[in-house]
T-cell receptor
Framework: NAGVMQNPRHLVRRRGQEARLRCSPMKGHSHVYWYRQLPEEGLKFMVYLQKENIIDESGMPKERFSAEFPKEGPSILRIQQVVRGDSAAYFC??????????????FGSGTQLSVL | DAKTTQPNSMESNEEEPVHLPCNHSTISGTDYIHWYRQLPSQGPEYVIHGLTSNVNNRMASLAIAEDRKSSTLILHRATLRDAAVYYCILRAPTGNQFYFGTGTSLTVIP
């Protein structure tokens, strides 16, 4: 496993379409975090998940956005009815232990979402 | 998580040491200080972290002030590959999220 894998690397959608972003964590990691980065800004936390559970979604917009991390398969960040303001780089990170252990996060290379 | 203040940008000559400052005057006694960096078109990469004592690893050194209200990331010999945005982050033991802020954009001049 080369680390945290995100796909696609680039995703183009028209307004109103759905965007699905995938994240496969580092082998053995069961904790996944999603961040969004708008142009010229820092990363903003969106959601923290463990296998089959959402632990903290305080950074997720209340509408159109959802995330899951099923027992089998990658974590999915889903954006319904995309708007131009959703255009951003979306990064996934994973860790072996939970947040309380102060462990470092391992990030993927991100998915650049462009909404036309 | 408490917030941090960093200069927007810094420059360094290649092969010179670089000192990247960070102020965190509202840090609590249990907050860890983390540094990550983000190279262009890539995800953030862990650099170093510490609590009270200075820390060294193969990438950098972290100098923490005695009152912990500030810290400095030290790159001992800047290379062109060190050009990146450097984020100073405070992490509470129960925090699920890292607050990244806008970081310091480091330019390395050949």
């Amino acid at each position: 496993n080369a680390g945290v894998m995100q796909n696609p690397r680039h995703l183009v959608r028209r307004r109103g379409q759905e965007a699905r972003l995938r994240c496969s964590p580092m082998k053995g990691h069961s904790h996944v975090y999603w961040y969004r980065q708008l142009p010229e800004e820092g990363l903003k936390f969106m959601v923290y998940l463990q296998k089959e559970n959402i632990i903290d979604e305080s950074g997720m917009p209340k509408e159109r956005f959802s995330a899951e991390f099923p027992k089998e398969g990658p974590s999915i960040l889903r954006i319904q009815q995309v708007v131009r303001g959703d255009s951003a780089a979306y990064f996934c990170a994973s860790s072996l232990m939970d947040a309380a252990t102060n462990e470092k996060l391992l990030f993927g290379s991100g998915t650049q979402l462009s909404v036309l | 998580d408490a917030k941090t203040t960093q200069p927007n940008s810094m420059e360094s000559n290649e092969e010179e040491p670089v000192h990247l400052p960070c102020n965190h005057s509202t840090i609590s006694g249990t907050d860890y200080i983390h540094w990550y960096r983000q190279l262009p078109s890539q995800g953030p990469e862990y650099v170093i972290h510490g609590l009270t004592s200075n820390v060294n690893n193969r990438m950098a050194s972290l100098a923490i002030a005695e009152d912990r209200k500030s810290s400095t990331l030290i790159l001992h010999r800047a290379t062109l590959r060190d050009a990146a945005v450097y984020y100073c982050i405070l992490r509470a033991p129960t925090g699920n999220q890292f607050y990244f802020g806008t970081g310091t954009s480091l330019t390395v001049i050949p």
